[in-house]
């Protein structure tokens, strides 16, 4: 089943220069233990129900194909249009890996969702909220779920060169341009968003309890997130619980000069690399033709909804 909404003016779309092909090579990988981690938490429920998941902001499906490992229903929705037709084509037609669920597609934003309210047991949102009217999209996130459902925010940022202090540098001084370029209404919405590290989501406590905020790879500094000064207001109140986590291997690879190129042009805008060759060159020289230890932050909110 596909629904259609109207249209509006979206993030991390095609007309922005997204190439999903592109951002499979070069994004990271959600490893075995991302989803460990959501299902632990919502394991720990007394009466976890494990029948519909809901993907949101999905893109071509990438963390879907996972959920569909575990549960039998599951609800794929972004609002671009193509992009649900591509996860389509990679759940359904093209994977025999997922030939078990039951898959809804719904080209569709998070701040208003077709999906029957009180029906949804784990939401993900996972690189894609700070496209959205955050106090909205959370108002109807919970709307979609069972009391005692499970929200699951995500967002990692730019990786960060170990062992190099030069080639950060000259690394820095590439997203130094691009937040140069990352402007207007939207992008300054969503920069805003990603460099408090998702500290900006907030959770009324008559509507939501046991939050968690996990920070994994951020060397206990939420500043490791920022890209640059644009940025929001906190709202972790002090009833959530709040955990740092370093040295986590899986969010931590090995790369060389082609990789950075790969994995920037994945961002919106899209920087040719022609327009900032110059530094582009200054990185390849502080690699001195090697590769270096990167780690990625990564920011994990959880939420229950509460009756």
């Known amino acids: 089943m596909e629904t259609t909404v109207p249209a509006r003016e979206l993030g991390f779309s095609i007309k922005q220069g997204v190439n999903w092909s592109e951002y499979l090579d070069y994004r990271p990988v959600y490893p075995p233990s991302f989803f460990d981690r959501i299902y632990s938490y919502h394991a720990g429920k007394p009466h976890a129900s494990w029948s519909v998941a809901h993907d949101i902001g999905a893109g071509c499906g990438i963390v879907s194909a996972s959920l569909a490992a575990r549960f039998p ?4 929705s972004d609002p671009n249009p193509g992009y649900v037709s591509l996860a389509r084509q990679l759940l359904v037609e093209r994977s025999p890996l997922t ?3 039951q898959f809804r597609f719904l080209q569709e934003g998070g701040e208003k969702s077709s999906v029957e309210s009180g029906t949804v047991d784990v939401l993900t949102a ?16 919970r709307r979609g779920l069972k009391v005692g459902g499970t929200a699951v925010f995500t967002h990692y940022t730019v990786p960060r060169i170990i062992g190099n202090p030069l080639a950060q540098h000259a690394w820095k001084s590439i997203w130094n341009e691009y937040s140069k370029r990352a402007n207007g209404p939207l992008l300054d919405h969503a920069v805003q968003i ?9 959770f009324p406590r008559d509507e939501w309890e046991s939050v968690r905020r996990v920070h994994i790879n951020a060397q206990g500094d939420p500043d490791n997130y920022r890209i ?6 906190s709202r972790v109140q002090g009833w959530e619980e709040v955990v740092w986590e370093e040295g986590d291997e899986d969010w931590a690879e090995i790369q060389g000069i082609q990789w950075f190129k790969g994995y920037l042009a994945t961002w919106v805008p899209v920087i040719p690399e022609s327009e900032i060759q110059d530094l582009w060159e200054v990185l390849e020289v502080a690699l001195e033709g090697g590769k270096v230890r990167i780690e990625t932050p990564l920011t994990m909110v959880f939420a229950t909804k509460r009756a």
């Open 73 to 76: 229903n599951v609800i794929v």
């Open 99 to 101: 030939a078990s669920a």
């Open 126 to 141: 996972c690189e894609c909220i700070q496209w959205t009217d955050l106090a909205v999209a959370i108002r109807e996130i």
């Open 194 to 202: 990603i460099n408090t590290a998702l500290d900006c989501l907030e």
């Open 228 to 233: 640059d000064e644009r940025r929001r207001e």
